[in-house]
């Protein structure tokens, strides 16, 4: 495999799948008073959810810094890469790519492509398993990268929030928070797609579901499909089984959010990454 992939773990693919395809996952920290936690290292995302309403501060979140990105960057070229391709969240959304990038160019002994995957959670984690599944195939960096723009204007992500309070705590989402504004009696809805975060207004949570039904229905036909959650997995089963006649054929993940994105959108979230089959006119 000449090209590897690396990617952070605001991606949320299953590791099964990170094994298969020998994608590199770098951490991020999440923040919790003065203490730091490496996620999925440190803080299991059932623990941490668990423990979230009762973090006083708010946790806080951040990236490595560049010479973690560069130490890999060189352990993959000491283990034969002749190229390295580094898959991103949104720049809209986090200064993760901007590491990257810095710790990209003081690598000299592997060229190594930085890539904005433009999008968060299995946007970004469909858009690393595809690129390593062509690098495994022996496809040429070029032929990934065409591949990877086609897939990022078919590709949306859409969550139904529980409450405002995290978005508010956190305040890393204030494109949300200045359209939503004061409004306390509604459920936020989040869209992301090709690099653009918005935001909607939702009055109950049985309004909320209803609204993740008719954008599923409307990204249709789809290629492929996760269903997204944040202690929620209940609410997601039944949200599954509901939308069963709008889903491909095949394995549908079921995925629990990140603590670094859960961090500022709080637990109780339900929502879909799906890609659709053709682009739009």
């Known amino acids: 495999m000449a090209i590897r992939v690396v990617a952070d773990s605001t991606c949320d693919l299953p590791k099964e799948l990170i094994e298969k395809y020998q994608i590199v996952l770098i951490p991020m920290y999440i923040n919790i008073g003065e203490k730091t936690y490496v996620d999925e290292v440190d803080l299991s995302r059932g623990e941490f959810y668990e423990r979230l309403p ?23 070229a000491s283990e034969g890469a002749t190229g390295v391709l580094s898959i991103h969240i949104s720049a809209k959304l986090s200064a993760v790519l901007n590491i990257a990038a810095q710790a990209a160019r003081e690598t000299s002994a592997v060229p190594v492509t930085v890539f904005d995957s433009r999008l968060l959670s299995l946007g970004t984690g469909f858009q690393v398993l595809a690129a390593a599944q062509a690098a495994a195939e022996g496809r040429s960096l070029s032929e990934i990268l065409a591949m990877l723009e086609d897939q990022i204007v078919r590709t949306r992500v859409f969550a139904a929030l529980d409450t405002l309070e995290y978005l508010r705590r956190s305040g890393r989402m204030n494109f949300a928070l200045s359209f939503l504004g004061t409004l306390l009696h509604i459920k936020p809805f989040l869209k992301m797609y090709n690099g653009e975060p918005t935001a909607e207004r939702v009055r109950t949570r049985r309004n909320a579901m209803k609204r993740l039904v008719e954008l599923l229905n409307e990204a249709g036909p789809l290629e492929k499909v996760a269903l997204l959650h944040s202690n929620a997995a209940e609410r997601a089963r039944a949200l599954l089984e509901q939308v069963r006649p709008l889903l491909p054929a095949g394995e549908i993940l079921v995925e629990e959010i990140n603590p670094v994105l859960g961090a500022h959108i709080g637990p109780g979230v339900v929502g ?9 006119a």
């Open 54 to 76: 009762g973090f006083r501060p708010s946790p806080t979140t951040a990236a490595p810094g560049p010479d973690v990105f560069r130490q890999v960057y060189e352990r993959l």
């Open 272 to 280: 879909f990454a799906c890609i659709t089959k053709t682009r739009e």
